[in-house]
């Protein structure tokens, strides 16, 4: 689903930026971060094939980032499009994936290369490992943008 | 698990997943390596796997790092080099730390942060840069609007602080993809003069 400029900024609609304020005109000053921003969203959670990785575990695996995170704002937007697609059943592919969205979000730099053979060895081809790791960077990149934006919006109300 | 080896000189990395190569790519992919920084890279190979994030990845990116105006280009590397050991990203930090040299030519701030944290003495405009740089990274969520009362009392706008949480966030991006698909390889110690 290609990002259309008429559509709504996802960042901005959670983060209660006013369309015209003085944040969405700094925002607008970095157009090419506004669109990409929105067009990495869309491409991950919402892609025309999604391959291995269906729409329900795109979705659930960004929930749990945001959760992990520590963003309610963007943990809710997740669980939203999760309640309108089909549930990921829980099995020991969604517990493996899972187990690793955690590690990856909270602790990096531990991963190892058998991680990624458990991957493997659930289903997972190298375009939906490829995939399930953009989601997770995605999300940490996209709450600290959020959070940051939101300090921004706080200073100005006091 | 052994110490990780912060470094200055220039790293390699290792792919834990078959990278595209260029008799397999197909022709979306050769589009997205070749508006990627470095299309011959294993790193840009492996992510061309995944095509799409791929070609809205690289434009973010860019922006984020390089667009003129707003944080010095200087602060934006100084910035994911904080990102980058805290996350423990040997890969990411020894790009970016060579990158702040070139700009600034004071390798001593990087040797500094290796050796002694990001908590090392610093002036107080680069004190407040890595003092947010390091919060927004390791806790998110604890963060408050008192944490921008530092960059302001250093002159820092608007624009500046939202160059630099971006920043922030492209390397809790950068480092999750390079420390998950693959492996620094780091140069052997250099051997004491004989």
Redesign the interface.
């Given at each position: 689903m290609p990002h259309s400029p008429d559509s709504p900024d996802l960042l901005e609609a959670i983060i209660g930026v006013a369309p015209g304020s003085s944040l969405s005109q700094l925002r607008a000053l970095r157009p090419e971060i506004v669109r990409h921003t929105q067009g990495s969203h869309d491409v991950l959670l919402s892609p025309a094939d999604p391959g291995g990785l269906p729409l329900g575990e795109r979705a659930l695996v960004a929930a749990r980032v945001a959760e992990l995170s520590g963003h309610p704002g963007l943990a809710a937007h997740y669980r939203s499009l999760l309640a309108g697609r089909d549930k990921p059943p829980q099995n020991q592919r969604l517990d493996t994936i899972l187990r690793h969205v955690e590690r990856v979000t909270v602790a990096p730099g531990t991963a190892l290369p058998e991680h990624i053979q458990a991957l493997r060895d659930a289903g997972l081809e190298p375009q939906d490992i490829v995939a399930l790791t953009q989601i997770v960077a995605f999300v940490s990149y996209q709450v600290r943008a959020a959070v940051g934006l939101s300090l921004l919006v706080q200073e100005k109300a006091v | 698990?052994t110490t990780?080896r912060f470094t200055l000189e220039a790293v390699e990395w290792a792919p834990?997943?078959?990278p595209v190569t260029p008799e397999t790519a197909t022709p979306a992919q050769r589009t997205a390596l070749e508006a990627s920084p470095q299309a011959n890279s294993a790193y840009f190979r492996?992510?061309a796997?995944?095509v799409?994030?791929l070609?809205?990845?690289s434009?973010?990116f860019?922006?984020?790092m390089y667009?003129p105006?707003?944080l010095k280009r200087a602060e934006r590397e100084l910035a994911t080099v904080i990102v980058s050991i805290i996350?423990?990203?040997v890969y990411c930090s020894s790009v970016h730390a060579r990158r702040f040299v070139e700009l600034t030519k004071q390798p001593e701030i990087i040797r500094a942060l290796y050796a002694q944290g990001v908590d090392t003495p610093l002036e107080p405009r680069l004190r407040a840069i890595v003092d947010y740089a390091a919060k927004?990274?390791r806790?998110?969520?604890?963060?408050?609007?008192a944490?921008?009362t530092p960059l302001r009392a250093v002159g820092m706008d608007?624009?500046e602080?939202?160059?630099?949480?971006?920043a922030?966030?492209?390397f809790?991006?950068?480092?999750?993809?390079m420390?998950?698909?693959g492996?620094p390889i780091v140069p052997e110690e250099p051997k004491p003069a004989a």
């Open positions: - | 698990m990780k834990w997943l078959p492996t992510l796997n995944d799409d994030s070609a809205e990845r434009p973010l860019h922006a984020v667009v105006r707003g996350n423990g990203c927004l990274t806790a998110p969520a604890a963060m408050t609007v944490d921008l608007d624009l602080i939202h160059d630099l949480s971006n922030v966030a492209m809790a991006n950068a480092n999750r993809l420390q998950t698909l492996e």
